[in-house]
């Protein structure tokens, strides 16, 4: 039969209705959707740059927050103490900030000129106390200031007992005019000083009148005064201030006994003070056994965190402690 008379127009009709019919009967699943790498790509870039977002927050915020905070070059210790501790007034003697220090006098230079000498060879800022009566008084003076020390005129002073403060002492019983004198003669003698301190005058510094007529003599001169403190009756730390002459205490002798015992015992009790209290006098006296231990002492304080420093500076960080200031000095 020929096909294509055979295949009418009804047959291909029928054909397509069985077409559609069994397709009604087993529908096929559609085809999955292709995904475009464009999407693919857009999605990875977002997601990049949402995970980078996140990141930066977090420092972004901290950077922020420290802004308004100040800011302080402090040892490690400090920061951790700051971070667990409130924001408090500080008085300068619990600063942390502050090393402990010493500052050294020695007293008597002059009269014995080899110890003298080694005094003023000893490595350390020292203030030397000199002797007004010894001859070579200026000398000793100018030396002293060459090798970098600080001076005090060593006053002497009227004691109780039956011991000689030397020549051109101050008296009770003499005049205000005439302990005027013998102070400014005694000054003229000892060129370049920042201040006295008392050699001897036990008697004379418990007399509060004695004190005050001289003190307006340092007060006119600029001069700072060390009380070297030979009497518990001392009426110097009330008087001396009153006249606005800058006034510092001694707080340990280190050498009352001469032996090398008594002065290491001396040596440590100066230390533990420097720890506590923040600020110290030391005064010695150049003799064989004070010198010898002096040699070392900077060593032994610096292992302990402890600075020597010359009386000027140990005077400003106690004034400073008075008045519950903190002080920054370059020398600390």
Partial sequence: MDTLSHDSKSARLERLRRVRALLAANPVSQKPRRISWFAILGTLVGAVAMSMTLAGFIPMRAGASAKTQPTFSVPDPIIKMASIAPQTAVRADQDPLMRPMIALVIDDIGPA?????????????????????????????????????????????????????????????????????????????????????????????????????????????????????????????????????????????????????????????????????????????????????????????????IKMVSLRAAMAHKQAQERGLRLRSAEL
């Fill in 113 to 305: 000129k080899a110890w003298s000498q080694m005094a003023l060879d000893l490595p350390m800022p020292v203030t030397m106390a000199i002797l007004p009566y010894v001859p070579d008084a200026a000398n000793w003076a100018i030396e002293a200031k060459a090798a970098g020390h600080e001076v005090l005129l060593h006053m002497p002073m009227e004691p109780f007992g039956l011991e000689d403060p030397g020549p051109g002492a101050l008296l009770r019983r003499l005049s205000a005019d005439q302990n005027r004198q013998r102070l400014a003669a005694a000054l003229e003698r000892v060129p370049g000083v920042i201040g006295v301190n008392n050699h001897m005058g036990s008697r004379f510094t418990a007399c509060a009148r004695c004190v005050a007529e001289v003190a307006d003599l340092l007060h006119d001169r600029g001069l700072l005064f060390l009380d070297s403190v030979t009497s518990g009756k001392s009426a110097a730390a009330r008087t001396v201030g009153k006249r606005g002459v800058p006034m510092i205490r001694r707080d340990v002798f280190l050498d009352d006994l001469d032996t090398p015992t008594a002065i290491a015992t001396q040596m440590r009790r100066a230390e533990k003070l420097a720890m506590k209290n923040g600020v110290v006098v030391v005064i010695a006296h150049p003799r064989p056994a004070s010198m010898e231990a002096l040699k070392n002492w900077p060593k032994i304080l610096e292992k302990q965190g």
